[in-house]
């Protein structure tokens, strides 16, 4: 009986829920707002993604002496040096927080998706339906055109990718 209950009450909050049922409606994931959690500096209403480089660990493995050599006043060796073998694990690389700079999700509208997918497909890149939807298809493309390019290793749109591909306009230096 009480587990019923338990069940019912469950459901009645889960319908009770507003639950977007429209992808597109939902954030692009990864995508950070700068105000709130960007990079350290960004600027306000910018938009970032990161990606993060594991920290590279060895194992080092080294002598240590325990005991120096014990020498005579006459310079003779009395007793050699004793070590003992240590083993630790060092940290070479620390982990790294990769930041860059990503159009914004209120920008990834369906037009501009399907503007990506018709760049993606005039590289050989992309070969599907040109719906409009940032669908895992449009992802790996991306993916394979923003890593070619140098670009982070992201299912998330870097700003630099989206203006090698003419979907955001490159700002001009001041002369």
Known sequence: MIRSLTIGLCAATLLGCDVP???????EPGVREATTQGPA?????????????????????EQVQVQPAQISSTGEIQALPIYRTETRQK???PRQDNWF????????NVD??????????ARGLYSGE??????DRTRAAMRRYQI???GPDSP???LTTARSLGLIAVERAPT
Do not use: H, K, N
């Open 21 to 27: 049922t429209d992808r597109d409606a939902l954030p």
């Open 41 to 61: 500096g960004a600027a306000p209403g910018s938009c970032w993604g990161r990606t993060v480089s594991p920290a590279v660990i060895e194992t080092v493995t």
């Open 91 to 93: 940290i070479v690389t």
């Open 101 to 108: 700079e990503t159009p914004c999700t209120d920008q990834l």
């Open 112 to 121: 501009f998706v399907a503007t990506l997918q018709r760049a993606l497909e």
């Open 130 to 135: 040109i719906s409009g939807m940032y669908d």
């Open 148 to 150: 070619a390019e140098g």
């Open 156 to 158: 998330v749109l870097a």
